[in-house]
């Protein structure tokens, strides 16, 4: 059984910053990409940040130069660091991996900007 859990989501105020960490358990043989996505209230999910086996990267324009995406194959974890938030970003954060050629999700952390 494969699970995804993250971690790292909470309150912080327009201008700070925040580390949101997903974690892959259980038996795995390899991980491909993987990926952030949000969902804002009213708002389809959409894609934030993806990160290749081979450390391919990509960003949506809206959080380019803010966001940094990284993975630690190691410990079978990724990141997004987030930086210069905005209410704006508000939302909940899901990770999501390709693992062992199948789609996982995690459940989300809520991640709310606002003074």
């Known amino acids: 059984q494969v699970q995804l859990v993250e971690s790292g989501g909470g309150l912080v105020q327009p201008g700070g910053s925040l580390r949101l960490s997903c974690a892959a358990s259980g038996s795995i043989y390899r991980i491909n990409a993987m990926k952030w996505y949000r969902q804002a209230p009213g708002k389809e999910r959409e894609l934030v940040a993806s990160?290749?086996?081979?450390?391919?990267?990509n960003y949506a324009d809206s959080v380019k130069g803010r966001f940094t995406i990284s993975r630690d194959n190691a410990k079978n974890t990724m990141y997004l660091q987030m930086n210069s938030l905005k209410p704006e970003d508000t939302a909940v954060y899901y990770c999501?991996?390709?693992?062992?050629?199948?789609?996982?999700w995690g459940q989300g952390t809520q991640v709310t900007v606002s003074s």
């Open positions: 999501y991996a390709n693992i062992n050629l199948y789609d996982y």
């Open positions: 990160i290749s086996s081979g450390d391919r990267i």
